[in-house]
């Protein structure tokens, strides 16, 4: 079995992106988290605090997400290394792993897009409750 050089390399767009899309969620989380802890500074309402810990999960994994898709794009560099300096054995295994650690990457950011969908059922609950009294 052979690999060539360009067969790690196209991963790089796709883990970028995947990055991009990870850092973003981040971001918003983030914000989302610092406004509820100034709301649950001012109210001390018991369901700003479970909100807070929910998302606090999410941005755990999250980081998981992002250390996977790092660990990916490295183990895929370091295979075009080793593809360039004709160690094709190892650099097989290593694009394997780098593929392997994509694979967990997305596996977590459906685990992490399921429990935002849950969250979002439940904070929306109320609604189709009083949707049904009219």
């Known amino acids: 079995m052979t690999l060539s050089i360009e067969t790690p390399a196209l991963l790089f767009s796709a883990t970028s992106l995947i990055l991009l899309a990870y850092t ?27 909100e ?10 999250i980081r998981f997400m992002q250390l996977m898709g790092v660990l990916c794009l490295f183990l895929s560099v370091f295979a075009m290394l080793l593809l360039f300096i004709d160690m094709q054995s190892i650099a097989i295994y290593l694009f394997g792993l780098s593929m392997l650690c994509l694979l967990i990457s997305l596996g977590i950011s459906f685990w992490e897009i399921s429990i935002s969908v849950n969250a979002l059922r439940v904070h929306l609950s109320d609604l189709e409750e009083f949707s049904k009294k009219d």
């Open 24 to 50: 973003n969620r981040f971001l918003t989380i983030a914000q989302i988290i610092r406004s509820l802890k100034k709301n649950y500074q001012e109210d001390h309402n018991k369901s700003i605090l479970l």
């Open 52 to 61: 807070i810990k929910n998302l606090n999960k999410r941005l755990t994994l």
